[in-house]
């Protein structure tokens, strides 16, 4: 009997520990699977964020963000005056117009940007690459576009009868909203008309710094026309750069913007001359009341127009890899004018 009591409880505790042991296997295997799970959301979500940052384009918001400040800036100095609560919802208003242009630009320049993704591969043309891709699909950049336009209307809205900054504050907010919205949507497509470009220096040169100062003060002062000049031939020059890796997708596609009516050579003459100007209204802005050192911190900016001036005259925009590169360095031309005349004032 006691051996066989204990035969039993030997069985007993087997049969114990091999359940133990399957249920510790099984309860393994679950946690692992659902640690695989846990982990493949983390990268999902990673990578959802990354395609909204990419689509976006937050590097490119500086364009329209350091004129902003420019503006807030000079009513700061000029008229001391200065409301935080208006400043936010006035920069807020900006990026969500040029959140409006961009998205809006990606769905309606799909067909062209496939294009250029099959001819080059440069960061600066051809769209983000996010819906040729297949990452997401091409109607969220529409909807997007036109949520962010209502959105930017809204805080016009409530600048103007709430905070009170002025009759002309939704007028202003509609030359940037509207021109930004349909250049590149149909049927309006101001991108493929010839004046698309003329359109963007006015809305990333004059209006922002302009409207900024008027939010804040409710007037314009005159210093504020005369050095949106070189900010509006640069960001104009930014665009029209950009249309050169982009030549061939926009002459399959009937994208007739100002380079496909022009041709590259003459477009080459086009940007010397506007990138000059830019620089000579830079140097000259002494004589309309702004501070000499403009002309000595503008000194680098200068340097590295020219080289893009001598790079254009000798034909290396035919160079893709050159091409490139002086598209980054153009962007650095635009945001250095902006930054140049805020570090004049500060």
Same mark, same amino acid.
């Given at each position: 009997?006691?051996?066989?009591?204990?035969?039993?409880?030997?069985?007993? &505790?087997?049969?114990?520990?091999?359940?133990?042991?399957?249920?510790?296997?099984?309860?393994?295997?679950?946690?692992?699977?659902?640690?695989?799970?846990?982990?493949?959301?983390?990268?999902?979500?990673?990578?959802?964020?990354?395609?909204?940052?990419?689509?976006?384009?937050?590097?490119?918001?500086?364009?329209?963000?350091?004129?902003?400040?420019?503006?807030?800036?000079?009513?700061?100095?000029?008229?001391?005056?200065?409301?935080?609560?208006?400043?936010?919802?006035?920069?807020?208003?900006?990026?969500?117009?040029?959140?409006?242009?961009?998205? &809006?630009?990606?769905?309606?320049?799909?067909?062209?940007?496939?294009?250029?993704?099959?001819?080059?591969?440069?960061?600066?043309?051809?769209?983000?690459?996010?819906?040729?891709?297949?990452?997401?699909?091409?109607?969220?950049?529409?909807?997007?576009?036109?949520?962010?336009?209502?959105?930017?209307?809204?805080?016009?809205?409530?600048?103007?009868?709430?905070?009170?900054?002025?009759?002309?504050?939704?007028?202003? +907010?509609?030359?940037?909203?509207?021109?930004?919205?349909?250049?590149?949507?149909?049927?309006?497509?101001?991108?493929?008309?010839?004046?698309?470009?003329?359109?963007?220096?006015?809305?990333?040169?004059?209006?922002?710094?302009?409207?900024?100062?008027?939010?804040?003060?409710?007037?314009?002062?005159?210093?504020?026309?005369?050095?949106?000049?070189?900010?509006?031939?640069?960001?104009?020059?930014?665009?029209?750069?950009?249309?050169?890796?982009?030549?061939?997708?926009?002459? &399959?596609?009937?994208?007739?913007?100002?380079?496909?009516?022009?041709?590259?050579?003459?477009?080459?003459?086009?940007?010397?001359?506007?990138?000059?100007?830019? &620089?000579?209204?830079?140097?000259?802005?002494?004589?309309?009341?702004?501070?000499?050192?403009?002309?000595?911190?503008?000194?680098?900016?200068?340097?590295?127009?020219?080289?893009?001036?001598?790079?254009?005259?000798?034909?290396?925009?035919?160079?893709?890899?050159?091409?490139?590169?002086?598209?980054?360095?153009?962007?650095?031309?635009?945001? +250095?004018?902006?930054?140049?005349?805020?570090?004049?004032?500060?």
């Amino acid at each position: 009997m006691l051996i066989t009591g204990i035969t039993l409880l030997t069985r007993k &505790s087997t049969v114990h520990e091999s359940d133990s042991r399957f249920f510790t296997k099984k309860d393994l295997y679950v946690k692992t699977r659902r640690n695989e799970f846990r982990c493949f959301m983390q990268n999902s979500n990673i990578e959802k964020i990354k395609t909204w940052f990419v689509l976006s384009r937050p590097p490119f918001h500086t364009v329209g963000i350091l004129p902003f400040i420019l503006g807030t800036l000079l009513a700061y100095k000029i008229n001391s005056v200065f409301s935080l609560e208006i400043f936010l919802l006035g920069v807020s208003g900006v990026i969500l117009i040029m959140l409006s242009t961009y998205h &809006s630009g990606e769905y309606f320049d799909y067909q062209g940007d496939v294009i250029s993704n099959r001819l080059h591969d440069n960061q600066f043309a051809g769209g983000t690459r996010i819906l040729p891709h297949g990452k997401i699909s091409p109607k969220v950049p529409f909807w997007t576009s036109i949520v962010t336009l209502i959105l930017a209307g809204i805080i016009g809205v409530i600048l103007q009868f709430v905070l009170k900054t002025g009759p002309y504050t939704l007028l202003l +907010g509609c030359l940037g909203a509207f021109p930004g919205f349909f250049y590149s949507t149909k049927p309006v497509r101001l991108v493929q008309r010839g004046v698309g470009e003329i359109f963007i220096g006015f809305c990333y040169g004059w209006l922002p710094v302009a409207s900024s100062y008027y939010i804040q003060t409710g007037v314009i002062h005159p210093v504020v026309h005369w050095m949106t000049i070189p900010i509006a031939l640069t960001i104009f020059n930014v665009i029209f750069l950009n249309e050169y890796p982009d030549y061939e997708a926009d002459k &399959s596609t009937g994208k007739k913007n100002l380079l496909y009516r022009i041709g590259k050579k003459n477009g080459e003459f086009l940007y010397v001359a506007f990138s000059l100007l830019a &620089s000579a209204a830079v140097i000259a802005s002494p004589f309309f009341g702004i501070a000499f050192k403009i002309v000595y911190l503008y000194l680098p900016v200068l340097t590295i127009s020219l080289f893009i001036v001598v790079m254009m005259l000798r034909g290396k925009y035919e160079d893709k890899k050159m091409l490139e590169k002086l598209c980054g360095l153009n962007i650095a031309v635009n945001l +250095g004018t902006s930054l140049v005349y805020i570090l004049v004032y500060i």
